[in-house]
């Protein structure tokens, strides 16, 4: 189908008889096909950012398509991350701008224990980022963090099939996908702090 389309398209009036040739007889001989082929992903190096750009591109596309911010009015905070989550990152965040302590916190109910609290959900390294986000993107910080995360379970689980398989051929980096975006993690995608867990997985089996 491909070849009649570009032989209709060369011999239409909408180019001189000369270039047309030229096009259809480069066509021919694989000259336009070999570019293209150039620029493949599926190569056996590509397999690790793939694996981490796939799930973090289908989240985007799926945000897309529901109309969850940043592309409409919708957002996936719900659950624990928003009745648990939110305010702990953002109490986490006041505390590292103002320089305090992580041991007690006045602002959390009549006041409590925020070492215990940050310990359980908060101890992840990825939430010191939140010291370079403005307050007021703070929710949005969390969902990137959340995609991220995904993305880094999709590449940790990739990387642990090449070591473990001991082959570097492109297809591990579709089982990395599909780890990343499985039932589990797609439907406790909310629950960031466990999404740590799943992309550390990996890694602990090839310590083991």
């Not at 624990?80 to 103002?98: I, S, T």
Request: net charge positive; aromatic share 22%.
């Amino acid at each position: 189908m491909l070849g009649k389309d570009v032989s209709e398209l060369a011999h239409s009036k909408k180019y001189p008889r000369k270039f047309s040739q030229e096009f259809q007889g480069q066509y021919e001989k694989g000259q336009y096909r070999k570019r293209l082929m150039e620029w493949r992903l599926a190569e056996p190096e590509n397999a690790l950012p793939v694996s981490f750009l796939v799930p973090v591109l289908t989240l985007l596309l799926l945000f897309f398509v529901q109309g969850i911010y940043p592309f409409g009015d919708r957002t996936f905070l719900w659950s624990d991350m928003y009745v648990q989550y939110a305010p702990f990152f953002m109490e986490f965040r006041r505390k590292l701008h103002r320089g305090e302590g992580l041991w007690y916190t006045w602002d959390l109910g009549m006041g409590t224990n925020f070492w215990a609290i940050y310990v359980y959900y908060l101890f992840a390294p990825w939430n010191w980022l939140a010291f370079l986000c403005p307050e007021h993107w703070t929710l949005e910080f969390m969902i990137g963090i959340m995609v991220l995360k995904m993305g880094a379970c999709s590449l940790s689980m990739t990387w642990y099939l090449r070591r473990h398989c001991k082959t570097f051929d492109f297809s591990v980096a579709m089982f990395g996908c599909a780890y990343g975006l499985s039932g589990y993690v797609l439907a406790y995608g909310w629950n960031i702090m466990w999404l740590d867990c799943i992309w550390l997985f990996p890694l602990i089996l090839y310590g083991l």
